[in-house]
């Protein structure tokens, strides 16, 4: 099973263009890091803003990757890139 940094990393990089798809591998993702992480917060990993950020470009609404200082969105893209392997 690939991880959600993975299809984080697909999702972003490879343009996916399904909002249903994106959305279901959006509610994965946060399962996966809520379990992981043993709670909710873990919902705001790198590899869940990334798959969220993409479908509010896909759904047309403001994307929060725009609205953070970029040295924060390098972080979140660098997260993902390091545990997309994993």
């Known amino acids: 099973m690939r991880n959600r940094f993975y ?3 697909a999702i972003w990089n490879g343009g ?3 909002p249903r ?3 279901r591998a959006l509610v994965e993702a946060i399962d996966e890091a809520v379990e992981e992480k043993k709670g909710s917060a873990g919902a705001k990993d790198a590899a869940c803003q990334m798959i969220a950020d993409h479908l509010c470009f896909l759904l047309g609404l403001p ?7 970029p040295e924060r969105w390098d ?4 997260e993902v890139e390091k545990r997309r392997r994993e």
């Open 63 to 69: 994307q929060p990757s725009l609205d953070m200082p």
């Open 7 to 9: 299809n984080a990393d």
């Open 16 to 18: 996916a263009s399904n």
């Open 75 to 78: 972080a979140i893209q660098a």
């Open 21 to 23: 798809g994106v959305a």
